[in-house]
């Protein structure tokens, strides 16, 4: 069975930090590209984030230099730290395994000016 179960949301002040982490199953870590996408109240998903098999990761310009994307597929886990976190950045944050339907739960973020 695929899973995915994102964790690590939570509520920060502006200029904080969080590390979210997204726990898949190895079938499906191992298989695909993952990304990290958000959606904010009213508005539409976007795409946050996405790293290869190989661990090359790319970002939306609105996170670039402050989000970090990695994989650590000894533990079947993929993460992103924010870094400098602005409250335009609150969303419910979830992964995906690129290609497929599996998605997880989702992670509320919340940053507070």
């Known amino acids: 069975q695929v899973q995915l179960v994102e964790s690590g949301g939570g509520w920060v002040q502006t200029g904080g930090s969080l590390r979210l982490s997204c726990a898949a199953s190895?079938?499906?870590?191992?298989?695909?590209?993952m990304g990290w996408y958000r959606q904010a109240p009213g508005l539409a998903r976007e795409l946050v984030a996405v790293?290869?098999?190989?661990?090359?990761?790319t970002y939306a310009d609105s996170v670039k230099g402050r989000f970090t994307m990695s994989r650590d597929n000894a533990k079947h886990t993929v993460y992103l730290q924010m870094n400098s976190l602005r409250p335009e950045d609150t969303a419910v944050y979830s992964c995906?395994?690129?290609?497929?339907?599996?998605w997880g739960q989702g992670t509320q973020v919340t940053v507070s000016s």
């Open positions: 995906n395994a690129l290609g497929t339907g599996y």
């Open positions: 190895e079938r499906i870590l191992s298989s695909n590209g």
């Open positions: 790293i290869s098999n190989e661990g090359v990761a």
